[in-house]
Every structure is written in structure tokens, then in C-alpha cells.
């Protein structure tokens, strides 16, 4: 080993571990601080997390002089594990949570920066000062498993694959949202005033449903539409009513076209689904409802007797 150069680990290093918003806004301020400093590191990740990051596997010990744990609980197997591995290093914990000090992970580190532990005055978690990040769109994800009486033209199964693998490469901070209403399960909402408010908050909604379409366009929302049904369906028919544009037919979904939606989502379509919203709230109607009420007025039905 030449010279001082510090291995950044976490329970976001360990292959079982997980990586939390917290954890990594901790780590992102010692990152910080380190580079104020010109201190050199490295920080390891989980290969389930990063794939292509520096994993444990990838690490030499002898070429860092020292190890610092950030973040989490010190406690359990795999953090005495660093001890071990890393035996020739000066091992420091920060911003983190001591459980047991008797505990071998916690009495392994030569120097404990706690945010809490027993008989201490609690520090301020590290996450708190992090760096702040630019901020990404939110997105709502409505999509649809069932729909079973399109028999053979269903494509819902594919569509949500496509969509979902999409998405987990956008720069977004998704919600899986679900129209269904239920008064009994917490998760759900219970009104559609409830979800309307969910819809209102976010920047765009990508979905396969129709009421995923005409509920986030009556709040003004923008929306990437894909219908799951070969050769059309409702969607399709519902894109159309509202004069909406951004849909994509299940025979041409591909990255292309949905990035092509996309980016006019978060820009132009954000005026168009504003001008759609006044439409459909203010606009002539459109709808079948005055052949309804036509309907009744011409032929009412009589009492206790039905009309066929």
C-alpha cells in the first residue's frame, strides 16, 4: 500500500444489502466533504444495485489505507465481515446507528461517529445536508392486466413488459397508481377527488387505460398513452374523442416511439393537456349523455312495467 486512499462502503456495498434514498444522500455528503478535503476514495456498490460499479469482488485490501462505513445499523454478519476482509485498515463508522456496542460489528471500528447510540447525544442524520439534486419528472404509471374480452388482440401482458423496462431507464421518479377505488384498503383511494389530487401533483402519467388517459387529462396532467389491444380499442377510440395525440399502438411500441412522446410530454404536451382539461371541463360536450336524456324524454317508461 502507497499512500492514503479510503474504501467508501455502506449497506449499499453488500450483495444482500440495499440501497436507500438516505443511504446514498449520506454517502453523497461524505462524498463531498472528501472532495473538499482532497482526500482520494473509491465507493463500493452492490453489483445488484450498480452492476457496473466497483464491487467488493473487485476490490484489493491493501490498496486503501483506510475504510469508512456510512450510514445504517452497525450490527449483524456482514459488517464484522468487513473487519476481517479489511483487517489492515483504519475502519471508521459515521452516520450511523449503534445498536449493541458490545456488538463485534460495532467494537471492530476504530472510530464510531454515531448519529445515535446508547448514552449519546443523537447528531443530525448525514442525508439531512447531502447535496441537492436536480429534480426529476414525476410520473404516473396506470396500467391494466386484465381486460380479458379482447380475447386474442390482447397485448397487455407485452405492452406492461415494454413499458415498465422503458421506464426503469427514464430519469423519473415513478408511482404505480390504480384507479380502482376501495374504502377498506389504506393504499388505495377511496373518492375519485382523492386520486384526482394524486393526479394533480405529478408532471406526466404513462398509461394503458382509458380512464388513465381521460382522468389525468381533465386534471391537466399530460399523457403518454399505449394501447394494449391489437389493432385498437377503446384507447384508441377515447386518444381520439379527447383529440389527444401521444398514443402508441401496440404493433408500433417500441423505445423510439415512446421517447418521441415523451419529450413532447414534458414539454409542449404540458400546454396541450392544460388546453385539453378546459375543453372537456368547459368545452361543447361531446359525450352521449344528451342522446340519453333525448332518449328518456321521447318514450318514458312506465310505471312498474319495462319497455322492450
Not at 1 to 7: A, K, N, S, V, Y
Not at 62 to 78: E, I, K, N, R, T
Request: aromatic letters at 6%.
Amino acid at each position: 500500500m502507497t499512500g492514503q486512499r479510503i474504501l467508501l462502503t455502506g449497506w449499499f456495498s453488500f450483495l444482500d444489502g440495499e440501497a436507500t434514498a438516505g443511504d446514498v444522500l449520506a454517502l453523497r455528503r461524505v462524498e463531498q466533504a472528501l472532495d473538499r478535503a482532497g482526500l482520494p476514495y473509491d465507493t463500493v456498490w452492490s453489483p445488484g444495485f450498480h452492476p457496473e460499479a466497483l464491487h467488493f469482488a473487485d476490490v484489493r485490501p491493501d490498496a486503501y489505507s483506510h475504510l469508512v462505513f456510512v450510514c445504517g445499523p452497525l450490527a449483524g454478519s456482514q459488517v464484522a465481515w468487513l473487519h476481517e476482509e479489511f483487517r489492515a485498515c483504519r475502519r471508521i463508522a459515521v452516520g450511523v446507528s449503534v445498536v449493541d456496542p458490545e456488538d463485534p460489528a460495532a467494537t471492530g471500528f476504530h472510530l464510531v461517529l454515531p448519529r445515535d447510540a446508547p448514552g449519546a447525544v443523537p447528531a443530525l442524520d448525514l442525508s439531512a445536508s447531502a447535496p441537492i439534486g436536480r429534480p426529476t419528472p414525476v410520473v404516473g404509471v396506470i396500467l391494466t392486466h386484465g381486460q380479458q374480452e379482447y380475447g386474442p388482440r390482447r397485448r397487455h401482458a407485452e405492452v406492461a413488459e415494454a413499458v415498465t423496462r422503458w421506464l426503469s431507464g427514464k430519469d423519473c421518479a415513478p408511482v404505480e397508481l390504480e384507479t380502482r377505488l376501495d374504502t377498506r384498503d389504506w393504499r388505495l383511494d377511496s373518492t375519485p377527488e382523492q386520486f384526482q389530487s394524486v393526479l394533480a401533483r405529478l408532471d406526466c402519467v404513462v398509461t394503458d387505460r382509458l380512464h388513465g388517459l381521460v382522468l389525468a387529462l381533465r386534471t391537466g396532467i399530460p399523457v403518454l398513452a399505449v394501447d394494449p389491444v391489437a389493432g385498437g380499442a377503446k384507447l384508441t377510440a377515447q386518444a381520439r374523442a379527447c383529440d389527444w395525440p401521444a398514443l402508441v399502438p401496440a404493433e408500433r411500441l417500441d423505445a423510439r416511439q415512446l421517447d418521441r412522446w415523451w419529450d413532447w410530454c414534458l414539454t409542449s404536451g404540458r400546454a396541450a393537456a392544460r388546453q385539453s382539461r378546459d375543453e372537456l371541463l368547459h368545452g361543447p360536450s361531446r359525450s352521449s349523455l344528451q342522446g340519453l336524456v333525448d332518449a328518456l324524454a321521447a318514450r318514458p317508461l312506465r310505471s312498474g312495467r319495462s319497455s322492450r
